[in-house]
């Protein structure tokens, strides 16, 4: 029977994860978590599906080694291929993806019916995004665009300013053009690394667009999953919260980690694992 003091396990492919561990904390702050990030094999975008299934039982392996009573799928691209496989390979740990939660609140979020997914391009082109949508709502119209110049803007830490305002126009312009009617009313961001470069994205779009970012709504399938089945921690530990884990440079991961996170890490925060 796993036991509620135990922490919370959360990968991703690097940092970007750390929007969705900064939800996870703020919606629940009596938790521990335990956040590995794959750095030393990011990105996981451009990579086959099979690839990434391997890396992520890889890493999720790592997690559950080390006693996690619940395992978070932070990269939409991993969610997108690997949620089943690790459920099934860890069975019975509950094993939550972003996919599915993100999905949910698109769905809910939209008016026109007309939705544009942004993420990776192997979050893109293997359509799960797509399929979660259209089983909860099957007229809406989807398009979707692969956006990576976008992951390498956020690890570079340019998130504001006329570089990203131009790229995120050249991938962007034509999916938000067309009769208001017919035109995208909702962006998901199916990607890690985009929920940092929202103020230039929604300068992009416009106020008429809403965006979906899966960080909370994940945070919230995570919070019902631990109430559920009686794995919620009652009282805050307060002596190690959060514990960082890399599977390379840590100075790199707490520099870059520090933009997603919201608050600055230091080299020494962040433990080196080989996997
Ligand atoms: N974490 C990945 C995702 O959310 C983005 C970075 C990568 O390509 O590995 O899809």
């Not at 956040?35 to 039982?57: I, N």
């Not at 609140?105 to 359509?127: D, F, K, P, Q, W």
């Not at 009313?185 to 667009?209: I, N, Q």
């Not at 794995?231 to 960082?244: E, F, G, I, K, R």
């Amino acid at each position: 029977m796993p036991d509620p003091l135990s922490p919370i396990g959360v990968f991703d492919s690097g940092v970007g994860g750390l929007t969705v561990l900064a939800a996870l904390r703020e919606r629940l702050p009596n938790e521990r978590f335990l956040y590995l990030g794959d750095t030393a094999r990011l990105p996981y975008g451009s990579k086959s599906p099979d690839t990434v299934r391997r890396y992520a039982r890889q890493a999720a392996g790592k997690l559950v080694e080390r006693g996690v009573k619940l395992l978070v799928i932070a990269c939409n691209t991993a969610s997108a291929v690997a949620v089943d496989d690790l459920a099934q390979a860890f069975a019975p740990l509950p094993v939550i993806g972003v996919v599915e939660p993100g999905a949910a609140a698109a769905c809910a979020a939209t008016r026109s019916g007309h939705v544009l997914i942004t993420g990776t391009e192997g979050t893109v082109s293997g359509g799960a995004y797509q399929r979660a949508m259209l089983a909860r709502r099957p007229n809406l119209k989807i398009d979707a665009v692969a956006c990576p110049m976008f992951v390498a803007l956020a690890e570079e830490g340019w998130i504001d300013g006329p570089i990203p305002e131009a790229v995120a126009r050249r991938y962007l312009e034509l999916e938000l053009a067309g009769p208001e009617r017919t035109r995208v009313d909702t962006v998901v961001l199916g990607c890690t690394h985009f929920p940092v470069l929202r103020s230039v994205l929604e300068r992009v779009c416009g106020p008429t667009v809403t965006f979906v970012d899966s960080a909370q709504t994940t945070a919230a399938v995570v919070a019902d999953v631990l109430t559920r089945q009686r794995l919620a921690s009652s009282t805050p530990d307060p002596s190690n919260p959060v514990q960082l884990l890399a599977t390379d440079a840590p100075a790199r991961f707490a520099r870059v980690g520090s933009v997603f996170l919201g608050h600055p890490l230091t080299p020494t925060e962040v433990e080196l694992l080989d996997l």
